[in-house]
Each structure stands twice: as structure tokens, then as C-alpha cells.
């Protein structure tokens, strides 16, 4: 079925129209909107999906990378796709995303993420839950954070570039962190007519230890504080980022801010009294397999090898056994060996990320492996709950 349709890279200048026109309807938004959304990716980023011609759909892809044991793994971030209602079911969808994967294969690309709004779809071209986007919740009167070891300064304008730094000092140590994709620093200081950003570094300005920015909203149910992004590096900074949140509670009556389904930051509140108020599961593909194995990082102190068997129906030269060596932090694969561990593809993503153990995918019938391959793979994989920050 897929073969009945034309993929376009990159897309034409004429084509963006039609798409901003279906993604508008796609995402129950304004045309304006859409062509904002567009300039910003670049119209170099997205790519078209025919049908005798006519453009039935597209994809903006997002060329970035993401941190995985202390290490920058080339990685790809797939955003706003989008099939005219009249053409969806047809395999369109199908073929735009199968034509992406392997044009990201021949890019060298090592691994793709994405959020999906339906997961059926992107499980068909090897896609699975990797991590976690989560939003927390906390009233300012329960915070009771009054210690504040250090200054805030004000950062006007609001300039992304001067957080660039820091936010990768975070980065590298952030098992999930996106190495970010200008468009997502852009976004993210962009307001839209009824938003005004705030942003402080946290410490000097010479030598600040954290940031934080964010807005403020007035709701039926109250005044929200978003944290749209923060960094902080120190043990100071952490509490410098409590106390400043908990002196807003005369006008300010929760705080909301982005972070990992396991938060150690609600560590510093005196009570359990942060809750997750949203939680989403993004979705991981390895594109590349020897590449993706060997770009990560592992844990520094583990010296095992383990005996992959990977099948793969869209990317073939995936297909196949596989040997991880990991010594020192560093993974090397070789081709051949025993084949201890099978999977497919799709079941590498969780196990890759930390997501999900060996043990619990076997359980769940996701993989087949002897007891010393499943063991190999809990002390090689194991890390810390995979997040992101950042939606897209």
C-alpha cells in the first residue's frame, strides 16, 4: 500500500501551504499559528507525503541529540505529523514515517524520539516507550522553604543563549536531556499575546549556579506559577530555587515546573506535598543499532558482554546477532556471537533508555533470553528514570 505514495525531501516551498493548511486541522489551530511553527523548524526540516501528486501530509524533523549515560547520542526528534483527514487509514502515515527512518539510516542518524498522539502507529515502524514528560504540582504555603543561600538576578531581555551553558552542565548528567534543537530554545522564551517570561539566574552573574524561568497565570482555580525551564547545579541553588518559589505565596497559589517521574528536588520540601499533576511516555526508536550501543555511555564500572539477536523489519541492516562489549563506560559491538538475548527492535528502545528492566519486559513477553543474558542486560542498562524536559 505504501508504495502509492511520493515522499518529498526536503519539502518544497510550495508545498508548505497545504501542509500548514492540514496541520491546522490536525491540531485544532490557527493557520497562523501553523506558518509560525514552520519558520521556526525551517522549512528545510519537514517532509511531504503525496498521493498522485497531491500533498496528503508531513513531518517537521528535529536534528538534535540526547544524553544517555553521560554521552551525546545523535538523535532525531519527529514533530507535528500530520495526514489530511480524507486520506488517514489509507497507509500514509506508514509510508511518511518509513520513508523518514530510512533517509534518517542513511544520514547516520542513531536513534529517534517522539510524542506520539496515538502509539499503535509508531509501534508499527519501531517505536516504544522510552521516558517520561512530567508536570508537578505544589501549593506556595507548603513549600516552608525559607533558607536562601543565594542571590537571583534578573536576566532582561530574556536572551536563550546566555542559558546555554548551564542548561548543558545539566544536560550531561541528565539521563534523557536533549541537546536542544534551536526551535526548542526559541519556544521556549517565546510568549504568546497573553504571556510575559521571567527569567533569573540563580547566584552572580559572573558565576551563577542555576536559572529559572518562567510565567505567571491567573485561573479560575487560582495563580500558577509555570517553571517553564530550570537549571541547578548546586545544592544552593536548589534551595535558592525553593525559597524564591515559597516568598510568591501572597499572590502565587501553586507552582507547576517540569521533571522527572522520580523528582529528587521534592526531597528539599519538609512534607510529601508535591504531586504529579501530568505524566506522559515519549517514544524511542533505534535507528542505528551499532551505533546507538556504541555512542552511550554505560555505567562506570561494569565489565560484561552481552549476546544480542535484533530483528528489525524496516531498517534491515539491523536484522541479526550482535555482541556488546562494556568496559570503562564505553560500549564496542561487534557482529556475530550467540544471539542470548532476542528482541526486536522495539523492545531494544525501553531497555536502552532504562525504562524498563529485562526482567519486567520478559515478564510482560517482550523478549526471550537465557538467565545470564538477562542479568547482563539489568547491569549494562541500569540507570536512573529517563526524562525530558522539553515537549516537541
Given at each position: 500500500?505504501?508504495?502509492?505514495?511520493?515522499?518529498?525531501?526536503?519539502?518544497?516551498?510550495?508545498?508548505?501551504?497545504?501542509?500548514?493548511?492540514?496541520?491546522?486541522?490536525?491540531?485544532?489551530?490557527?493557520?497562523?499559528?501553523?506558518e509560525v511553527y514552520i519558520n521556526l523548524v525551517g522549512v528545510e526540516n519537514f517532509r511531504i507525503i503525496r498521493?498522485?501528486?497531491?500533498?496528503?501530509?508531513?513531518?517537521?524533523?528535529?536534528?538534535?541529540?540526547?544524553?544517555?549515560?553521560?554521552?551525546r547520542v545523535s538523535m532525531t526528534g519527529i514533530a507535528a505529523v500530520g495526514i489530511a483527514p480524507e486520506y488517514?487509514?489509507?497507509?500514509?502515515?506508514?509510508?511518511?514515517?518509513?520513508?523518514?527512518?530510512?533517509?534518517?539510516?542513511?544520514?547516520?542518524?542513531?536513534?529517534?524520539?517522539?510524542?506520539?498522539?496515538?502509539?499503535?502507529?509508531?509501534?508499527?515502524?519501531?517505536?516504544?516507550?522510552?521516558?517520561?514528560?512530567?508536570?508537578?504540582?505544589?501549593?506556595?504555603?507548603?513549600?516552608?522553604?525559607?533558607?536562601?543561600?543565594?542571590?537571583?538576578?534578573?536576566?532582561?531581555?530574556?536572551?536563550?543563549?546566555?542559558?546555554?551553558?548551564?542548561?548543558?552542565?545539566?544536560?550531561?548528567?541528565?539521563?534523557?536531556?536533549?541537546?536542544?534543537?534551536?526551535?526548542?530554545?526559541?519556544?521556549?522564551?517565546?510568549?504568546?499575546?497573553?504571556?510575559?517570561?521571567?527569567?533569573?539566574?540563580?547566584?552572580?552573574?559572573?558565576?551563577?549556579?542555576?536559572?529559572?524561568?518562567?510565567?505567571?497565570?491567573?485561573?479560575?482555580?487560582?495563580?500558577?506559577?509555570?517553571?517553564?525551564?530550570?537549571?541547578?547545579?548546586?545544592?544552593?541553588?536548589?534551595?535558592?530555587?525553593?525559597?524564591?518559589?515559597?516568598?510568591?505565596?501572597?499572590?502565587?497559589?501553586?507552582?507547576?515546573?517540569?521533571?522527572?517521574?522520580?523528582?529528587?528536588?521534592?526531597?528539599?520540601?519538609?512534607?510529601?506535598?508535591a504531586k504529579m499533576w501530568r505524566q506522559f511516555r515519549w517514544m524511542l526508536r533505534i535507528i542505528d543499532v551499532?551505533?546507538?550501543?556504541?555512542?552511550?555511555?554505560?555505567?562506570?564500572?561494569?565489565?560484561?558482554?552481552?549476546?544480542?539477536?535484533?530483528?528489525?523489519?524496516?531498517?534491515?541492516?539491523?536484522?541479526?546477532?550482535?555482541?556488546?562489549?562494556?568496559?570503562?563506560?564505553?560500549?564496542?559491538?561487534?557482529?556475530?556471537?550467540?544471539?542470548?538475548?532476542?528482541?526486536?527492535?522495539?523492545?531494544?528502545?525501553?531497555?536502552?533508555?532504562?525504562?524498563?528492566?529485562?526482567?519486567?519486559?520478559?515478564?510482560?513477553?517482550?523478549?526471550?533470553?537465557?538467565?545470564?543474558?538477562?542479568?547482563?542486560?539489568?547491569?549494562?542498562?541500569?540507570?536512573?528514570?529517563?526524562?525530558?524536559?522539553?515537549?516537541?
Open positions: 500500500m505504501t508504495d502509492q505514495f511520493e515522499y518529498s525531501t526536503p519539502a518544497h516551498p510550495q508545498d508548505i501551504q497545504q501542509l500548514g493548511t492540514i496541520l491546522e486541522q490536525c491540531f485544532i489551530s490557527a493557520l497562523s499559528s501553523e498521493r498522485l501528486g497531491q500533498v496528503v501530509g508531513g513531518l517537521a524533523t528535529l536534528d538534535m541529540g540526547q544524553w544517555w549515560g553521560g554521552q488517514r487509514g489509507s497507509g500514509a502515515a506508514i509510508a511518511l514515517m518509513q520513508h523518514t527512518l530510512k533517509e534518517l539510516y542513511a544520514k547516520g542518524v542513531a536513534i529517534s524520539a517522539l510524542y506520539p498522539a496515538v502509539q499503535t502507529l509508531y509501534r508499527k515502524v519501531g517505536y516504544e516507550q522510552g521516558g517520561s514528560w512530567c508536570i508537578w504540582e505544589v501549593a506556595t504555603k507548603n513549600i516552608q522553604v525559607r533558607e536562601q543561600p543565594l542571590s537571583l538576578q534578573p536576566v532582561v531581555p530574556v536572551n536563550h543563549e546566555v542559558f546555554h551553558e548551564l542548561y548543558q552542565q545539566q544536560a550531561r548528567l541528565t539521563h534523557g536531556y536533549l541537546d536542544r534543537h534551536p526551535a526548542i530554545w526559541q519556544r521556549l522564551i517565546q510568549p504568546d499575546e497573553k504571556e510575559r517570561f521571567y527569567a533569573y539566574f540563580i547566584g552572580t552573574k559572573d558565576h551563577p549556579q542555576g536559572y529559572i524561568i518562567f510565567t505567571q497565570e491567573r485561573t479560575e482555580d487560582g495563580e500558577i506559577l509555570w517553571v517553564k525551564d530550570w537549571v541547578l547545579n548546586t545544592v544552593a541553588a536548589a534551595q535558592t530555587f525553593w525559597s524564591f518559589l515559597a516568598n510568591h505565596r501572597s499572590q502565587i497559589h501553586q507552582v507547576r515546573w517540569k521533571s522527572s517521574a522520580i523528582d529528587s528536588l521534592t526531597l528539599l520540601l519538609p512534607e510529601q506535598t551499532v551505533k546507538a550501543l556504541e555512542m552511550r555511555g554505560y555505567p562506570p564500572g561494569i565489565q560484561a558482554e552481552l549476546h544480542l539477536e535484533i530483528q528489525d523489519n524496516l531498517l534491515v541492516a539491523n536484522n541479526g546477532k550482535f555482541i556488546l562489549s562494556v568496559a570503562n563506560g564505553r560500549g564496542e559491538v561487534t557482529r556475530g556471537g550467540k544471539g542470548e538475548l532476542q528482541l526486536d527492535i522495539r523492545e531494544l528502545a525501553p531497555i536502552y533508555t532504562s525504562l524498563f528492566t529485562p526482567y519486567h519486559l520478559q515478564l510482560a513477553g517482550k523478549l526471550d533470553g537465557t538467565e545470564a543474558a538477562i542479568s547482563a542486560a539489568t547491569q549494562i542498562f541500569a540507570g536512573v528514570s529517563p526524562w525530558v524536559a522539553d515537549f516537541f
